[in-house]
């Protein structure tokens, strides 16, 4: 179902489910949805391997700022650069070309920085410690003090991509038009409130099937 253009931004704390969240989301509305498929564009539209976009994806060392050589055979010498910046500045190029023709859910990425100039709906997804902890565990097969290590790990590099590029305050409520807690309703049930949301805001004509809304 897709009755008017939509942009749904989804940032995320690491394991709380954001990413399903969002593919719960484009299947109900009938949107695509942006994770990693940002990086093959950006590669296929810039030259670059998705190599190079890859180490850099939500990711940024403040101490130092990292350039990465591209690739010798095609650009000619190994005294071609690209830095983080560089990188930055083509993934954002690739959102707003995609946001321009079309409806589209964005996961991550500084999405709701890039488009803040077009009518969107910026959602941060969180959950309790406790779920994120078991589901991290359970889904890389490690102990769940090692789930916490990596999820405090995953969330203080994202928080200093996004801080850094945008000036803002990653996961700061303020940031965004709604915060959802995933592990209040799962991941269907947010789903479906992010998109009764949708509906309430007129973002969508009607809710789609299956979807229940609030009585008005």
Known sequence: MEDKKLIINVGRQFGSGGKLVALAL??????????????????EQSGFSKE??????????????????VDVGRFGSADNYVSDNQLFVIQSNVIRSIADKGSAIFIGRCADYILRDRPCLDVFISASDEVRIKRVAERMGITPEQAESLMQKK????????????????GVASNYDL???SSVLGIDGTADMI???????KLIDELPGGVQGETE
């Open 26 to 43: 484009g299947k109900k509305l009938g949107i695509p949805v942006y994770d990693q498929e940002l990086i093959s564009k950006a590669a």
């Open 52 to 69: 190079l976009f890859a180490k850099s994806d939500e990711k940024r060392n403040l101490l130092a700022l990292s350039s990465f050589i």
């Open 155 to 170: 969330d203080r590099t994202r928080e200093t991509y996004y801080n850094y590029f945008t000036f803002g305050n990653w």
């Open 179 to 181: 915060c959802v807690d």
């Open 195 to 201: 998109i009764d949301f949708c509906h309430r805001a």
